[in-house]
Every structure is written in C-alpha cells, then in structure tokens.
C-alpha cells in the first residue's frame, strides 16, 4: 500500500512540474533561434526598443529599380508584429536614423527627405534635403534631436539642431560649396552637450576627418580634439567627458585602399589607449554589401564591446573586446552586426555561415563572458 501511494503521488508531482514547465513558466526560447521577420521581405536593420520589442526594417525590390520598405514593431519571442511606416518609389532607401521610446518618435530617413514620426506612423516633423550619409540623433535627455543635412557626396553639409517641444530649427554650422570642410559624424555627450567631426568635403577620400568640434546654437564652436596621426574619424561615442571611443579610417596610398579601425582615446591627455583593426581586406564595398556602410554604432555591455570585424579571407566576425585593454575576449566566426537588448539579456545578430544570410537571436551569455 504504501508503495503504491509514492508510486502515485510521485506521478502527480511529475504532472505539476509538467503543467509549470509548460503552461505557468513564461515561455522564451532557451537557446539561439532564427528570426521569422514579419514580412517576406529581405531585413535591412534591427534595433532594440524594449527588452521584448524589436524595430525591423525590411525592403522588397519590385523590377528594375522600385523599391518597397516597411518598419514594423516586432516581438521576436511570440512575433506579434505591428506596421509602423510603409513607403515605396524608384530606388527610393527608407532606414531607422535613430528612435526616442520616452517620446513616441522616430527619425527616419525616406528617400531625399527627413522625418520624424510617432509609433502610429505620423509624420510630426519633415525636414527636406537628406542626403546618403544623412544622421540624426535624439540627445540623452530627449529635449532635442540633432541631425545633418545635406550629407551627400561633396556637397555641402551642415549640423542642426531641432527642439523637439517647439519645433524649433537652428543652424549650428555653416559650410557652403566650395569649403574645404563640411559636418561629419555627430555625438551627443552624457551632459547634452553636441559635438561633430569637421569632414574633409573633396580629395580621393571625402569620408572623416580629423578635428572634433563642440557645437551649440549661439555659442562659438570649440575645438574639441584634433587628432595627431593619420586617422581620419567617421564616428565617435562618449565614455566620459574625457574618454570616448572612435572609428576610423586609415587611406593607404600604396595599397589604394581604406582600412577601418576602432580606437579608445583619452582626449584630455591625447593618449591613444588601444586600437583594433576591424578591416583587414580594405574593402569598403564589403561593408556596403550587408549594411549602409562602415559601422559606426558602439554596442557596450559592462566592461565590454561588442563589434564587427572583416578578417583576411572577407569574412564577417563577431568580437568581444576588453574596454579598457582592447583585448579580444571572444569571437564568433561568420557572425556580425550585434544589437543587444536594453536589459542586456538577449542578442540579434546577422548570421553568415550559410547560403544565405539569417537573423539570429539569443541568450547574450552565448557570446560574452559577463563577469
């Protein structure tokens, strides 16, 4: 009797853990998973907007040159998916410039044109003459958001600055055509102050430069930093007032070709702290074959950097670099392009080890050592 009473009671404690496992226990996926995107369309970009909601934009390309794009919110756990913007013309690029979630906003860049929209896909502000190194960036607080236009091939580009409560547009900069110099990369800083590197706007290679410039409306611009060797920069991201993180390209009259590099740099004592070679082939067309171009988004987590790199046979990677040390903690082969959830539990990724590129996502533990 009695044994059958444990027999019996340890089949009812096996059918509870069953109904937990099952039925109680929030679902997620344990392990890696492809992404199932909500449209049978090719993904152009992926950006975390809360721990479960994804922004996702894909194109299809209709005949010669007609293009149609879509954004959309997007739970890759359960892949409830919601359209945001849809758009589609003659070669016309629609991509995600940046997002404000406190703001219900988005900045986009649609063909030739600025905008910024809410979540429900209206247009709240437009700004004309978007160019195809266009930028725009919401500052840390959300009062603002800064952006560049014209930013097209040797043409004139300047820097403005929109508050986002009055719709007020102002001027930080002035370049016109013929200069030698026009606005490149931007960065807001964590006390919401703008910075932005003054490009070179002719020459063989018309993409960085080589002084950073602090830029606020009715107030002189101050040079920042100006590099002391050959880089020219095409991105930055703030550690510290002191500190910030640069990509940067190197030109190689020999070789006739541009390689990419991440630096760290101390701009208070102009010490290069580390730098990494993110492009050994010198192959800037690489870039353009999977993205819009050179990377210049930092995705960080602890004291760790998450990039993408080409290797010397032209293929993608994935690394994990020490932020103070630039030592190469981690590596996943034919991987690239991460973008890591706020709550720094899960990653999306391009995968790149098949016929075809995927989107992958999964626990971040896969990839870093978390310490």
Not at 59 to 75: A, M, Y
Not at 327 to 336: D, Q, R, V
Request: with cysteine; net charge negative.
């Amino acid at each position: 009797m009695g044994k059958r009473f444990a027999l019996l009671l340890l089949i009812v404690l096996v059918i509870i853990g069953a109904v937990i496992v099952y039925f109680i226990l929030p679902e997620r996926e344990p392990d890696v998973f492809t992404l199932v995107p909500p449209w049978e369309a090719e993904v152009k970009e992926v950006f975390w907007i809360d721990n479960d909601t994804i922004l996702i934009t894909q194109f299809s390309r209709e005949g010669e040159g007609d293009i149609e794009s879509r954004i959309f919110k997007f739970n890759p756990f359960t892949e409830a998916a919601t359209e945001i913007f849809r758009t589609s013309g003659w070669r016309l690029d629609l991509s995600v410039l940046d997002f404000s979630l406190e703001k219900d906003l988005l900045a986009i860049k649609e063909g030739d044109q600025i905008k910024v929209i809410n979540f429900s896909g209206e247009t709240v502000f437009q700004i004309e003459e978007a160019g195809t190194n266009t930028q725009a960036l919401f500052s840390p607080n959300q009062e603002k958001m800064a952006f560049t236009t014209f930013a097209e091939w040797e043409l004139p580009t300047n820097l403005f600055i929109l508050d986002l409560e009055t719709q007020e547009k102002q001027q930080v900069t002035d370049y016109e055509f013929g200069q030698s110099y026009k606005t490149g990369g931007i960065a807001w800083c964590q006390e919401n102050d703008l910075y932005f590197v003054e490009e070179f706007a002719f020459g063989t290679l018309t993409i960085g430069g080589q002084r950073i410039f602090s830029a606020q409306p009715e107030r002189e611009q101050e040079l920042f930093w100006e590099v002391s060797d050959k880089e020219q920069i095409i991105g930055f991201h703030f550690l510290n007032s002191e500190q910030l993180l640069s990509f940067f390209v190197e030109w190689d009259d020999d070789a006739m070709e541009t390689q990419l590099f991440l630096g760290h740099f101390n701009v208070s004592q102009d010490q290069k702290k580390w730098v990494v070679p993110l492009d050994r082939m010198g192959d800037q067309e690489l870039w353009k074959e999977k993205k819009t171009g050179y990377p210049t988004r930092v995705e960080m987590v602890e004291e760790l950097i998450l990039v993408t790199e080409i290797d010397e046979d032209g293929k993608f990677n994935m690394l994990a670099l020490n932020l103070e040390t630039g030592e190469k903690e981690n590596e996943i082969e034919k991987t690239g392009f991460p973008r890591i959830s706020p709550d720094n539990e899960w990653i999306v990724f391009s995968d790149f080890s098949g016929d075809e590129p995927l989107i992958k996502v999964g626990p971040l533990t896969n990839y870093v050592e978390l310490r």
